[in-house]
């Protein structure tokens, strides 16, 4: 059996080993390549500048936003969101500076700290409409049964279970 004159690497675009001329290799390649040469014409360049995205980045920084739940709101790699905001990256693709671009103030990781004011404010309705401090930590996953919540700030993740647990009991 012949060996293939090719060097045998995966093609990215077509499944089919690079280099190769067979007939279904080369409709593929073209395939691909009428594609990609119509979604530029018709949505520009793919890559574009990443200097507002730069800036974005900065800004949502100062909001206490940070790269982790930027990475989660887009699934964009922080790796690649460090690389951006630090300049190391002059050029992105275009989808992934509109996804950056979309993300605002009011995206929050599960970690980020807020007021607790709000959600004290639905555990005491709870309490008044009857439900045990027992009841309501059960329901929000304490294994002890017991609520011990910050008076101040509480995580955002706790602030939205509790409001969860609010909506079920009181609606």
């Known amino acids: 059996m012949r060996e293939p004159a090719y060097a045998i690497s995966p093609d990215s675009n077509s499944g089919?080993?690079?280099?190769?001329?067979?007939?279904?290799?080369?409709?593929?390649?073209?395939?691909?390549?009428?594609?990609?040469?119509?979604?530029?014409?018709?949505?520009?360049p793919g890559l574009v500048s990443a200097e507002e995205v730069m800036?974005?980045?900065?800004?949502?920084?100062?909001?206490?936003?940070?790269?982790?739940?930027?990475?989660?709101?887009?699934?964009?790699?922080?790796?690649?969101?460090?690389?951006?905001?630090?300049?190391?990256?002059?050029?992105?693709?275009?989808?992934?500076?509109?996804?950056?671009?979309?993300?605002?103030?009011n995206v929050i990781s599960d970690h980020a700290l807020v007021p607790a004011s709000k959600t004290w404010r639905q555990i005491n309705q709870m309490i008044e409409e009857g439900y045990t401090r027992q009841f309501i930590a059960r329901n929000l996953g304490v294994n002890s049964g017991r609520l011990s919540i910050n008076d101040a700030q509480v995580c955002a993740i706790t602030a939205s279970r509790v409001e969860r647990l609010y909506k079920r009991c009181m609606f």
């Open 16 to 44: 089919h080993p690079a280099g190769c001329r067979c007939l279904p290799c080369r409709v593929n390649k073209s395939s691909y390549e009428r594609k990609r040469v119509a979604d530029v014409q018709k949505n520009g």
């Open 55 to 105: 800036k974005h980045l900065k800004l949502l920084s100062r909001y206490k936003i940070g790269l982790r739940a930027v990475a989660a709101a887009t699934d964009i790699s922080i790796l690649t969101l460090r690389s951006i905001r630090n300049g190391k990256k002059s050029v992105i693709r275009r989808k992934n500076a509109e996804k950056i671009l979309a993300v605002d103030k």
